[in-house]
């Protein structure tokens, strides 16, 4: 998966809880993005990041949090997990958008919270 | 924003061709893409293509695009089981992120 891990792979966790989902590439690439996957939606873009430090909302940012302090890490925050949140969570990285932006996936987090 | 519209669900035979259609909504969007989802994994770059061509083939796979009607299409010949995935649209709207449609499963029966 273009050298992107995601951690955990599952997860379950209990309404009101915080929960981070951590994003690592080692493609050096300056883009990347948290997505989440639900039956009827496909995929939507809950927050993006274009370089350290540097983040911005997606179509579906409320509830999340996002950080990036180092150029390899994406860490994606449910500052108080609800059952809405119960979704698959996919990483992915780009190396331009101003061009042609081609996304390269990680493998996705299952999340479920009761 | 508007969505990305995809057929939801299609089923051939190993052999046949199978053609999976997309409405998108920009006009002035640039790029195209076809995405494939394997069960259990992330997306996967199938193919893409600029906006000022009509059609672009890689191997099995065509992509046909129809700018007036905002139509694109993704046609596997000789499909196999091996296809059987689910296989996302996406626009790039400008200078913006990804729009994604919601997905084709596509089944191959032997």
Redo the contacts between chains.
């Keep these: 998966d273009a050298g992107i891990t995601q951690s955990p792979r599952h997860k379950v966790t209990e309404t009101g809880t915080p929960v981070t989902l951590r994003c690592h590439q080692t493609e050096n690439h300056r883009y990347m993005y948290w997505y989440r996957q639900d039956p009827g939606h496909g995929l939507r873009l809950i927050h993006y990041s274009y370089g350290v430090k540097d983040t911005d909302k997606g179509e579906v940012s409320d509830g999340y949090s996002v950080s990036r302090s180092k150029t390899e890490d994406f860490l994606l925050t449910l500052e108080s997990a609800t059952s809405s949140q119960t979704s698959v969570y996919f990483c992915a990285i780009s190396s331009a958008v101003a061009t042609n932006e081609k996304l390269f996936f990680g493998s996705g987090t299952q999340l479920s919270v009761l | ?1 508007e969505d990305v519209e995809q057929s939801l669900f299609l089923s051939v035979r190993e052999g046949d061709s199978s053609v999976i259609n997309c409405t998108y909504t920009d006009s002035s969007s640039t ?1 195209l ?1 076809w ?1 494939k989802q394997e069960p ?6 199938l193919t ?1 293509i ?1 906006s000022n061509m009509d059609m672009k083939q890689d191997q099995r796979l065509t992509v046909l695009l129809n700018k007036k009607d905002k139509h694109l299409s993704l046609r596997i010949a000789d499909t196999q089981t091996g296809d059987s995935a689910i296989y ?1 649209c996406a626009e ?1 709207r400008g ?1 913006s ?2 729009t ?4 084709t499963m596509l089944l191959v029966s032997p």
């Design positions: 924003g790029y893409y995405y259990g994994a992330g997306l996967q770059l893409y600029f996302f790039r200078y992120t990804l994604f449609g919601k997905g």
